[in-house]
């Protein structure tokens, strides 16, 4: 009864239910592609990351090579690193279990619900529910799609391509507390949407750390001028 | 798809995902610092909502998409439950598209 009224189960309930969507095309395009259930499966359950399990699919039907496979997928997944540096063992527990297991389920959406709390205690929470249940819901999903193929067919025609964007906007905004936070968001947001033409897949993002910039303490203007003055 | 990419894939993702709570307990972490380390989560969090929300690979994806995550956004920022900004923007997208709007 106290379970179902949490706040935080029925929001990670929708984005599981989104999830499923998605799960269901990547085996039914995986399987398409010709990948056989043990990989598809092998994947989703230890790679467990939609968008390099989605981009390696793309490469393989391509016919990309086994290096530039691995190296766009590894560069699409190295976010997990300053993200993983952000929530810190103090989200993950810090029995040895915890850090081992806890590591491998972390994604944008599980760092994203954990950053929405408050407190420690509900972070932890939030982290683990959100990263357990993607977990179950994707490998459940992507093994379905593969076997009985995407019944849904395309997730756009549901609109889970905008879901996605919006329940990570949802999530982030509380963290937008004060002006330096907004100018490292909106600053992130740019340099990724103004590189992406140019660069391969998960490097834009990365950039978007160059956005801590106006984060940095801004000198005091007077400060400024007289620097000004005494150098003219 | 040979099974070394896959395996490869996985033990790098997760070296990825293992290094960042590693590095952390590690180094002594002032405020100062664990306010930039989230600001850099926040920084990569905005990079994703940014291109997911308007590029389709590199290109711009169609009006469908950002008008949901646009509505989405309205009521997440009016702080309606997050469960209705989600399905709103799903939402959003599928009646445009269903109304031949890409």
Redesign the interface.
């Known amino acids: 009864m106290l379970r179902t009224s949490d706040p935080i189960v029925r929001d990670v309930g929708a984005l599981c239910a989104a999830a499923v969507v998605v799960g269901l095309s990547f085996g039914a395009i995986a399987t398409a592609a010709g990948l056989p259930l043990s990989q598809i499966v092998v994947m989703s359950a230890f790679v467990y990351a939609g968008g390099a399990q989605f981009l390696a699919v793309g490469l393989v039907s391509a016919g990309g090579t086994a290096l530039a496979i691995i190296l766009a997928g590894l560069l699409l997944n190295a976010r997990h690193l300053p993200f993983g540096l952000a929530i810190g063992n103090e989200t993950l527990g810090d029995a040895r279990w915890r850090r081992v297991v806890g590591s491998h389920i972390l994604t944008d959406e599980s760092v994203a619900f954990a950053l929405a709390q408050e407190d420690p205690v509900r972070r932890r929470r939030a982290y683990w529910m959100t990263g357990v249940a993607l977990f179950l819901t994707w490998n459940v999903a992507s093994t379905l799609g593969a076997i009985i193929g995407s019944t849904l067919g395309d997730p756009d025609r549901y609109g889970i391509d905008a879901a996605f964007p919006a329940a990570l906007l949802a999530l982030t905004l509380p963290s937008l507390k004060d002006a330096a936070a907004v100018r490292v968001a909106v600053a992130g947001a740019a340099v990724a949407l103004a590189t992406t033409p140019f660069l391969p897949a998960g490097l834009p993002v990365l950039l978007a750390l160059l956005g801590l910039v106006f984060a940095l303490p801004v000198p005091r203007s007077s400060g400024r001028t007289d620097a000004a003055k005494e150098t003219s | 798809?040979?099974?070394?990419?896959?395996v490869?894939?996985?033990a790098?993702?997760?070296a990825?995902?293992?290094?960042?709570?590693?590095?952390?307990?590690r180094i002594t972490?002032s405020p100062a610092v664990g306010?930039?380390?989230?600001?850099?989560?926040?920084?990569?969090?905005?990079?994703?909502?940014?291109?997911?929300?308007?590029?389709d690979g590199?290109?711009f994806?169609g009006v469908?998409?950002?008008?949901?995550?646009v509505?989405?956004?309205v009521?997440?920022?009016r702080k309606l439950?997050?469960?209705v900004?989600?399905?709103?923007?799903?939402?959003?997208?599928?009646?445009l598209?269903l109304a031949g709007i890409q």
Do not use: D, Q
């Open positions: 798809m040979s099974w070394i990419v896959i490869v894939l996985a790098g993702t997760y990825l995902r293992f290094a960042g709570p590693v590095l952390r307990s972490v306010r930039y380390l989230t600001l850099a989560a926040i920084a990569l969090l905005a990079a994703l909502i940014g291109t997911a929300a308007l590029l590199t290109s994806v469908a998409r950002p008008a949901g995550v509505v989405g956004a009521l997440a920022w439950p997050f469960v900004v989600v399905v709103a923007a799903a939402l959003t997208a599928a009646l598209r």
